[in-house]
Every structure is written in structure tokens, then in C-alpha cells.
């Protein structure tokens, strides 16, 4: 925290505002600083904690954008701290797979002993530990989210994450998703597109969930005897699987409507064959397997593949695939419509293509042209957008400069609103607009976390509070703090009535602290962003 | 419509109310052997309650064919002997640990489906549930789940919080989408938590104040439904609920989810649509036969369903209950005495609007020669033409290729569960 502020004050002094090279503030804005930099700070980062509006403001919200924009310049120290804590990232990919075949092993010799039913909880040690692990990394996202200074990284890691999504509780992927986010997501979440992509087509965790690694060339002929058993005693698969090749271009780059046919299925799922995954005794890495690749002749959105190739000529497809002119298109209005609104505006999403074209795909570079853009400012996309689970349970947190601890309960409670970590079953990823996590239930469920958080009740969370909002006897000075510290100025009328009437007859200002700032975070304005 | 159509309903709900006092009426009318008539006023608000047996139950020891010698051939330590099988028809019967079902049977409340399952060859429970669920069998890319596209497309019901509802503590796939729907973990923590009711209530209306005064779209739309649900469970005070006619649900989750969803139809609370799910049917090892793993589930699974009928009473009338399981088991048994993931198994349809006393489907016969890759017993209904026969008489679903898009539901084809 102490870097930072040292940080944004020499670049405050290196660069005064309104003589940089740059705008301090965005051009045709009606907003106040304080309000571009609420607003910046709501959609690049997990809302603002105490203080940071003003930083933002001081500095000029447009350095603040940029200098987000490089995150390998931003001192993180204090996560970096905090991910010494989280035993799961001791861990490579090659010790969780030994740890999931040993849970495979030892559940094996159960069942052959009767002992238990095969889909009822496996209570061994091995197996509660592996489950503690899924717990921990999920936390992991919510304790990076809230303490990062690298914000719009940690925005672009759960963009990507979700993106290309996986599901945690299958099979291997329960040891596989850690060393995804971390070797696959986290390295390429701010660099190039194309890369990003390749990385995600040879990742075991997207090889296992859309079944890629058993699609094998019609007719091949297996190096080795393969039991039925050894694959789940569901007999031998042979023959292509197509859904890898369908989910690469309907969701992961040319979009629904991108121009493609049943017959580029096929034959993406053809050039694909043979990407697969060694065993999880063997570390679950990533192999190419010459005997089970098609190498006949493809044909995909009317470009040859000759005859006679390997595994470059699925390179080449996802090279292609990388900068389509319909996966520029489609990943530019994901993005604008994460950034902007659910809604994206068709100039957002022409000035991200463009920024695209231009960059040969660099994320950072059409995020800046995004954040650039009139769009991302327009009055009409300020506060348009309700906050997802994760990004509430964050806020809500930074807003009252939580510390989030390791147990895994803050990522419970983004579970109970709806959209638990690494979890969403189908390859589309959660939906980004907010019909899909806005409802009734889930909207009390923000009420109850929002009132046992400001009181300190809620477990897996130590609240400091005195920091943005100093406990007072007084409701106004209360009202007051509230509305700049928490709401960011956009506490309504009607809401400062009604915290007004609760606070009349409460006496002990810590408990009246409590309840308004409760009320605040589970009321409507803090569910917008 | 919709307006008239609920105060139509609650208030009808009030009258049945009182009529449901007296346990002795409500016990004839649910376990007697005549079927009443119908009503075409306040009681024919239509509910379903999808129950989903996770893990893939071995439909041929739910509903036995015991009639087949190659039943018995196959599965000489697990199958279900001759002398314990509860009859049907003479051919098929219930496992005797179904045997409180037979009741129901017998008064025509409670029909089998046999040889049902999905046209996809998937023997993964993941990707088999995840079609069953998304009904849409092979598409992995579904956003929305079957029952939630019910609701979207028919949105006469749409003005109630209840009206969709998963027990349980995440929403399941099958709910999953654009309409809206609830996934309770405990109707009784249901609502704003605090430790006194009288602190409740004073959180609950500052709240309702702050959302009614300043939320704006979807936010205040939702936090309405929210505050009429809280008000509603306060009606219902879940914590005094006792079941009806002694009914008596077993301990453990399954009970208490159908405890709950009676407790909700019973109080008009506007449930339509209620999902539950039970686990431990995924029987490789030591399956067993009248008695065993297998057997310890079904008896939860009978005890579960009389005791949600018998609570019901004459509420039965209105209600389908209808079972699922993503796929069946090999008609062989293993070499663990289990049996390992096959294709096609059985389902049940129960309530008053059923046609029972039958079991349902093409039974395509044990014969090697007509089974599925061999060994299992192949598909002759596909899953989808019970669900949309479900929803079309049930329900009264109109447009049923949007709920299962790329199918074609065909009431020919549909299994006769219920009556045209």
C-alpha cells in the first residue's frame, strides 16, 4: 500500500497534471476527476478502497489507466506475500496429478472393498486434501482480486479464466485447473491473443474437459493395448471428437455467427487428433500423439491443409484462427461489453477491431484503445452495469479495506451469490450480462454478506473500517463519509433518508457504523458499477 | 391475466386450506383407488417437481423385469429374486424396497417409463447430466437449462419469486438461464439474517426501503420479487411446518427437499417448477439385491415419495413428480457384483394427473441382439419426449421445439404418462 502511494506521488510529481505528454483527465467527459476516477476504478479494478478515488483523481485517471496497462511495472509485493500462504501453488502440475492418482488409487481399493458407493464423499486424507486445495485456489482469486496493485490484470486473468473456461470438478480437472490459471491464463492475460490461444489449445485442463485428448484419427491403430478399464470402464473411444473444435470456434475465437460449417468442425477436430495429455501418473503434461494424427488432406473456411502433416498444421490453424477478422470482432465485443456495458456499443467494439488490426492482437493495446474511446466515458455507460458476484464480494471488501485470510469463505459467499470459481459446467463461461446473477435470492444473499462484513461478522474477513469510514455518533458526519468513501458520491436521496430513520435510534456509534455501512453495501447504488 | 389468474389462485389456495384440515378426507382422496374429477377452479394451478438421481440408477432393479429368464441369467449374485419382486403386470415389477409405492400405483398415480435415456452414447456422468440437464443431448455450448427455457417461454407465471425452485445450495444446470429461479439451501434461513426476528424485521423493511426507493432496471424488479418472497415465507413460518396426515419424510437431504417443496405448494406460495436431487446410485461394487446399497437408496427414495403424497393430500391432484438419471447400468453385472455405466433405464411419473398403473415405453427386451453397443439396454424413448410430454399436458407448454431446440417433440411419440 505504502509503494503504491509513493509510487502515484512521484508520478504525480514527475508529470503535474495538465502538461503531460498525455491528458490527465478524458477528453468530451462530463465527469468531475472524482468521478472518472470512481468510474475507472469500478470497471479496471475491483472498486476503490480508502483513499484510492482521490489518488486516481490526483494523479490523473488516465496515467493510472496506463500505467494498469503494465502491469510487470507495478510492485505487488504485497500479494506476492500473501501467495506464499496458499500451500496449493507449492504444488506443480506434476504433484497435484500424483496426488489425484493416489485419490483415484485409494478410492479404487475402497470401492473394491465396498466400502463406499461410488459418487458418495471420499472422506480419506488424501482426498480432503485435495478437496482443501480446490478451496484454497479459489480463494486465491478473491485474496488477489481485492489486495492486487496490478488490478486490471487480475479484471483480465477472471476475463480470460472465464473466457476460456474449464470446469473444476471434472475428473482430472480437479488437479489440472491450478496449473492452468497459473501457466496457461496468467502469463499470456496481457500480452498477445494468438498466444494466449495456443497456450490454452495445448493446456491438459482444455485437452480433459472438451475431450480433445481422446480424439483419435478414424482407423488409427493404438501403439499399445488399452484396457476398457483404463478408461473408466467405458470402452475404448476411437474416432474423432468434435468438442473441442466446435467450442474453439463458436466460443473461444470466431463467435456463433463467425461464417464457419459443420464440415470446418470436422476437419478442425481432424487437424487437432493426436493433441493429447500424457497419464496423470506420468505428470499429465501436454503430447502430441503422431499415431493418433489424421494426416490426410483438411479444408477449413475454404484454406487447404495438404496432406502429410503434424501438429504444425494445428499452429497454423489457431494462428489464423488468432487474427480472423470474426474473432477480432467477437472478442472485441466481449470485451466492451465487460468494460462498457452489456449493451456494447458498436464504436467501442470498431475501436477495439481496429486497435486489434494494428497490434496483430496485443490485449494491452485494445484495452487502451477501449479505455480511450468516448464510449467508456459516455454518461449513458457510467453506473450501467450491476456488479457480478466476484466483483461485488471484492468491492465490497476493498471498500471497507478487508483482509481476506486464507480460508476459503469469502469464496463461499461469491458461491452463494451464484457464480462459485471455476465452476460454470458449460464451455461458454459465465454470461456477462446481468440477468444471469441478478435475482431475488441472490440479491438477499448480497444483503446478509454485506451486513455481517460492515459488523465484522463475516468469517474470513477482518475489516478495518476506521480507515474510510471513522465511527461518530453523528448520523450526518456518518452519512457523510459513507457517501464518499464507500459510494463514491452517488448515495440518492432516498437512501440517505433511510439510513437517516435507521440511525435515529441507535446510540453506540460503532453499532450505528455498522448497520449504515451495511446498508450501503448491500444497497442498490453499491450493486452498480 | 396474469393478475386475475393469481388472485384467483391464493385465494382459492385459502379455501383449500381450511378443507385441508381434516386428515381422515385428505388420506382417502390421496390413497384412493377412484380418481376424483379434476377441478377446474383454484386447485388446477399445474406444479412439476423434477427429481434427478445422480449417478446413474440401474433402472433394471428399480422397475425388475422379472418375467425375463435372461434377467436372472445375467446377474446371478444382484438380481432381485423372483419371490421378493413387488409385481406389476407380471412381467415387470418394483424392487421390493419400492413396495410403499404400491399404493400409489395401484390408484393410478404413479407410472414407469422404461428404456429411456438419450440419444447421445456418452457413458460419462458429467457430460450425460450436463444433456439431460441442458436438453440438449451432444451440445455442449447450451447456456440455459431445459426447465429454465419452460419459464422463459411461458411467461404467464413469471410474477412470483417461487416460481421456479431448486433445493439445494448452487442453482443446477437444468434451472440455469435468463429466468429467473431460486436455489434455496434452506427455506428456513430463506430471507435477511439476524439474530432476533424482531432485528430481522427491521432490516428487512430498511432494505425494501432502499430498494424501492432508489433501485433502478432488473435490480428493482428482483429486490420487489425478493421482499414479496420474504413476506410470503413469513405467511408460511417454515420453522411451525408440520407434515399432513403423519406423513413421515426421512432424515437427510432428500426428505428435507421435498418436505420444503410441500410446504411451498402447500402454502400458494406460486411454485411452478421445483428441483431436487439425490446422490448414490452410482453402484459399481457390491450393488446388492432386495437389500444392499442399491436397496438402502431406493427404500429413501419410496419412503420419500409416499411420504411427499400422503403430505400433498388432495394438493396431489395438481402435482407430477417426475425422476431422471442421466443414463442406466450394464445389463451384466461386473465383477464386483455392480454393474458399470450403460445407456437406457427407467424413470417414474407420479401425481394425480398421471396416467398410471402402467409401465411405459417401447421395452426393447435384454436379447444381446437388441442392445445398445451390446451390452446395454438400448434407448426406445428419447428423454426429451417424456420431458415435452411433461410440459405440454402437464404444464400446458405450447412451444416445445424452443425449450428443446433441434428436437422435434411429437406427441405421437410421446409415452402416454399423462392423458392427451
Known amino acids: 500500500m505504502k509503494s503504491l502511494v509513493l509510487r502515484l506521488l512521484a508520478i504525480v510529481a514527475a508529470w503535474p497534471p495538465a502538461v503531460g505528454a498525455q491528458p490527465a483527465a478524458p477528453l468530451q467527459s462530463p465527469l468531475t476527476p472524482r468521478d472518472s476516477a470512481w468510474h475507472a476504478l469500478n470497471r479496471l479494478a475491483y472498486g476503490p478502497r ?65 466400502e463406499i458407493a461410488a459418487d458418495k464423499p471420499d472422506d480419506s486424507p488424501v482426498a480432503m486434501k485435495g478437496r482443501r486445495f480446490a478451496a484454497q485456489f479459489q480463494q486465491l482469486a478473491v485474496v488477489r482480486a481485492a489486495l492486487s496493485e496490478r488490478q486490471l490484470y487480475e479484471v483480465m486473468v477472471d476475463f480470460w479464466t472465464n473466457h476460456f473456461n474449464v470446469y473444476f470438478a471434472k475428473g482430472a480437472d480437479r488437479f489440472l485447473t491450478p496449473d492452468y490459471v497459473e501457466h496457461t491464463i496468467r502469463p499470456h492475460a496481457m500480452g498477445r491473443f494468438e498466444d494466449l490461444l495456443i497456450a490454452t489449445a495445448k493446456s491438459p485442463a482444455m485437452l480433459f474437459y472438451l475431450d480433445n485428448w481422446e480424439s483419435v484419427a478414424p482407423g488409427a491403430a493404438l501403439p499399445f493395448p488399452l484396457s476398457a478399464r483404463r478408461r473408466g470402464g467405458q470402452g475404448v473411444r476411437t474416432g474423432i471428437n468434435e468438442n473441442y473444435a466446435r467450442e474453439l470456434l463458436e466460443l473461444h475465437t470466431l463467435g456463433v455467427d463467425g461464417g464457419y460449417g459443420q464440415h470446418d468442425v470436422i476437419d478442425v477436430a481432424r487437424i487437432f487428433t493426436g493433441w493429447s495429455i500424457r497419464r496423470p501418473q506420468q505428470g499429465a503434461d501436454f503430447e502430441f500423439h503422431d499415431w493418433a494424427h489424421d494426416t490426410g488432406d483438411k479444408q477449413v473456411l475454404d484454406i487447404e491443409f495438404e496432406r502429410g502433416h503434424g501438429m504444425d498444421e494445428g499452429i497454423r490453424l489457431l494462428k489464423l484462427l488468432a487474427n480472423h477478422p470474426a474473432t477480432t470482432h467477437h472478442i472485441s465485443r466481449q470485451l466492451c461489453q465487460r468494460f462498457v456495458n452489456d449493451d456494447p456499443p458498436d464504436g467501442c467494439v470498431d475501436d477495439a477491431v481496429a486497435a486489434w488490426q494494428r497490434s496483430r492482437g496485443d490485449i494491452r493495446e485494445v484495452l487502451r484503445a477501449i479505455f480511450h474511446g468516448p464510449d467508456f466515458w459516455a454518461a449513458a455507460n457510467v453506473r450501467a452495469k450491476v456488479k457480478t458476484p466476484l466483483e461485488f464480494v471484492v468491492s465490497a471488501a ?40 441478478v435475482n431475488s435470492g441472490a440479491l438477499l444473499d448480497r444483503m446478509n454478506a454485506a451486513v455481517a462484513l460492515a459488523a465484522g461478522r463475516l468469517p474470513g474477513a477482518s475489516v478495518s473500517p476506521d480507515s474510510v469510514v471513522p465511527a461518530t455518533a453523528d448520523p450526518e458526519r456518518l452519512i457523510a463519509s459513507i457517501d464518499a468513501g464507500i459510494l463514491g458520491g452517488t448515495m440518492s436521496d432516498n437512501t440517505r433518508r433511510v439510513i437517516r430513520n435507521q440511525l435515529s435510534d441507535i446510540n453506540d456509534a460503532v453499532q450505528a457504523r455498522a448497520l449504515a455501512v451495511g446498508l450501503a453495501i448491500g444497497g442498490p447504488e453499491f450493486q452498480r458499477q | 391475466m396474469s393478475i386475475s389468474r393469481r388472485v384467483f389462485v391464493k385465494s382459492g389456495g385459502l379455501a383449500l386450506f381450511s378443507f385441508g384440515l381434516d386428515p381422515l378426507f385428505l388420506a382417502r382422496a390421496a390413497f384412493a383407488s377412484y380418481r376424483p374429477v379434476p377441478s377446474s377452479t383454484a386447485l388446477s394451478r399445474p406444479i412439476l417437481v423434477c427429481l434427478f438421481q445422480r ?67 456418452t457413458r460419462s456422468h458429467f457430460d450425460a447430466q450436463d444433456y439431460m440437464e441442458s436438453g440438449t443431448p451432444g451440445v455442449k455450448a447450451t447456456p440455459d437449462g431445459w426447465l429454465n427455457r419452460y419459464c422463459q417461454h411461458d411467461r404467464e407465471h413469471q410474477d412470483t419469486p417461487f416460481r421456479a425452485v431448486a433445493f439445494g445450495p448452487e442453482l443446477p444446470r437444468i434451472l440455469a438461464g435468463t429466468a429467473p429461479s431460486l436455489a434455496i439451501g434452506d427455506l428456513q434461513a430463506f430471507g435477511l439474517r439476524a439474530p432476533q426476528p424482531a432485528a430481522r424485521d427491521r432490516l428487512t423493511r430498511a432494505f425494501e426501503e432502499l430498494y424501492a426507493g432508489s433501485a433502478t432496471g432488473l435490480l428493482s424488479a428482483s429486490s420487489q420479487e425478493a421482499f414479496e418472497a420474504v413476506q410470503t415465507l413469513k405467511r408460511v413460518d417454515p420453522t411451525q411446518y408440520q407434515p399432513a396426515n403423519g406423513a413421515d419424510y426421512p432424515r437427510g437431504k432428500l426428505g428435507k427437499a421435498m418436505l420444503e417443496i410441500a410446504q411451498l405448494i402447500k402454502a400458494d406460495a406460486g411454485l411452478q417448477v421445483a428441483f431436487a ?87 426393447p427386451g435384454l436379447d444381446p441382439a437388441n442392445r445398445f453397443e451390446g451390452r446395454d439396454v438400448a434407448v426406445t424413448t428419447d428423454f426429451r419426449d417424456l420431458f415435452a410430454e411433461v410440459l405440454a399436458r402437464h404444464l400446458g407448454a405450447r412451444d416445445l421445439s424452443a425449450i428443446f431446440p433441434g428436437f422435434i417433440p411429437d406427441p405421437a411419440r410421446f409415452p402416454g404418462a399423462l392423458s392427451a
Open chain 1, 50 to 114: 480508502p483513499g484510492e478515488i482521490e489518488r486516481v483523481a490526483a494523479g490523473g485517471v488516465l496515467r493510472w489507466i496506463d500505467a494498469q496497462l503494465a502491469p510487470d511495472k507495478i510492485d505487488d509485493e504485497t500479494v506476492a506475500k500473501r501467495e506464499r500462504e496458499f500451500d496449493v501453488l507449492k504444488y506443480d502440475r506434476g504433484d497435484l496429478a500424483r496426488l489425484y492418482a493416489e485419490v483415484q488409487r485409494a478410492r479404487q481399493e475402497r470401492k473394491r472393498m465396498g
Open chain 2, 277 to 363: 436431487d439425490v446422490t448414490g446410485w452410482d453402484t459399481h461394487v457390491n450393488q446388492g439385491a432386495s437389500e444392499g446399497q442399491l436397496a438402502a437408496r431406493l427404500a429413501e427414495l419410496a419412503q420419500t415419495l409416499t411420504a411427499f403424497a400422503r403430505d400433498l393430500g388432495d394438493r396431489l391432484e395438481n402435482v407430477v413428480v417426475l425422476t431422471m438419471s442421466e443414463f442406466g447400468r450394464t445389463v451384466r453385472e461386473n465383477g464386483n457384483s455392480g454393474t458399470d455405466h450403460g445407456h437406457a433405464t427407467a424413470m417414474l411419473v407420479l401425481g394425480g394427473p398421471v396416467n398410471g398403473g402402467r409401465v411405459l415405453g417401447a421395452w
Open chain 2, 55 to 121: 449417478g446413474a440408477v440401474d433402472g433394471l432393479n428399480m422397475i425388475v423385469p422379472h418375467g425375463d429368464p435372461l434377467y436372472y441369467r445375467e446377474r446371478p449374485r444382484i438380481a432381485v429374486p423372483e419371490r421378493d419382486v413387488v409385481d406389476l403386470d407380471g412381467y415387470f415389477g418394483l424392487h421390493p424396497r419400492l413396495a410403499a409405492l404400491k399404493p400409489l400405483w395401484d390408484s393410478k398415480r404413479l407410472a414407469a417409463i422404461h428404456a429411456v435415456g438419450s440419444p447421445d452414447a
Open chain 1, 398 to 437: 476493498r471498500a471497507v479495506d478487508a483482509e481476506p485470510d486464507t480460508t476459503p469463505r469469502l469464496a463461499q459467499v461469491v458461491a452463494r451469490l451464484g457464480e462459485p470459481l471455476y465452476l460454470h459446467v458449460a464451455p461458454d463461461g459465465y454470461p456477462e450480462r446481468e440477468e444471469a446473477w
